[in-house]
Structures are given as structure tokens and as C-alpha cells.
């Protein structure tokens, strides 16, 4: 059975940092794209970085870019997230996701098939 768990959330200042970590398994798991999302209080959960689990391709929202960066292990099956320059409009439950395949549009939560429990960044100003 797949189990994403995601961690490193936390309290930070404005302008400060944190890595986000998702372990995903079992270790023959490979799924298409996985991605970080993000949730706020009374807000859709929005897409924060996307990766191709087998290519370099990543994609990302304007709000987080050149901020934030996506990476992965394949081998140990772990996906990161460092956030950097971190905003109270970050602030936010952040949540790691796997999409089996592209039939749908992965830059949108109804892609993915598997989800972290979350993990919750606070951001103060």
C-alpha cells in the first residue's frame, strides 16, 4: 500500500527557512509526478512545485518561484521542497502528492492519487 508522510513544518520569521520532506513507500514506488501543495485556512489547496518523477521537467506558481525549490531522491524515494525567503502569506498546511499518470491535469489536486498527511508552516511577520 503507497504512504507518503510528509514532515519539517514549523514556526519561522519572515525571511527565514525551512525544508519540507515527503517519504514515500514502498521503495518500488514510482509514480509519474509528484508534487507539494499547499492549503491555507478558508482557500483551495493550490499547487506549490511539481516534479517528473523520471525526467528533470518541474513546474511551479509565480508566488513561490525563485523561492522555493524542488528536489528529489529516487533512489531513497524522498521529495523535498526548500523554501526560502519565507512569507506570512506562505503560512499554510503543505502537503506532499503523487500522480500515478497524466490523464489529468497535474498542476490540480484531482491528479493525484496519493496524499501526505500534512505538514503545517506558519509564517510570522
Known amino acids: 500500500q503507497v504512504q507518503l508522510v510528509d514532515s519539517g513544518g514549523g514556526l519561522v520569521q519572515a525571511g527565514g527557512s525551512l525544508r519540507l520532506s515527503c517519504a514515500a513507500s514502498?521503495?518500488?514506488?514510482?509514480?509519474?509526478?509528484m508534487s507539494w501543495f499547499r492549503q491555507a485556512p478558508g482557500k483551495e489547496r493550490e499547487l506549490v512545485y511539481g516534479?517528473?518523477?523520471?525526467?528533470?521537467?518541474?513546474f511551479t506558481t509565480s508566488s513561490v518561484s525563485g523561492r522555493f525549490k524542488i528536489s528529489r531522491n529516487n533512489t531513497e524515494n524522498m521529495l523535498y521542497l526548500q523554501m526560502n525567503n519565507l512569507k506570512s502569506e506562505d503560512t499554510a498546511v503543505y502537503y506532499c502528492?503523487?500522480?500515478?499518470?497524466?490523464?489529468?491535469?497535474?498542476?490540480?489536486?484531482?491528479?493525484?492519487?496519493?496524499w501526505g498527511q500534512g505538514t503545517q508552516v506558519t509564517v510570522s511577520s
Open positions: 502528492a503523487a500522480a500515478q499518470s497524466a490523464a489529468k491535469d497535474v498542476t490540480t489536486a484531482p491528479a493525484y492519487d496519493y
Open positions: 514502498p521503495r518500488t514506488f514510482s509514480p509519474y509526478v
Open positions: 516534479t517528473s518523477w523520471s525526467r528533470s521537467d518541474t
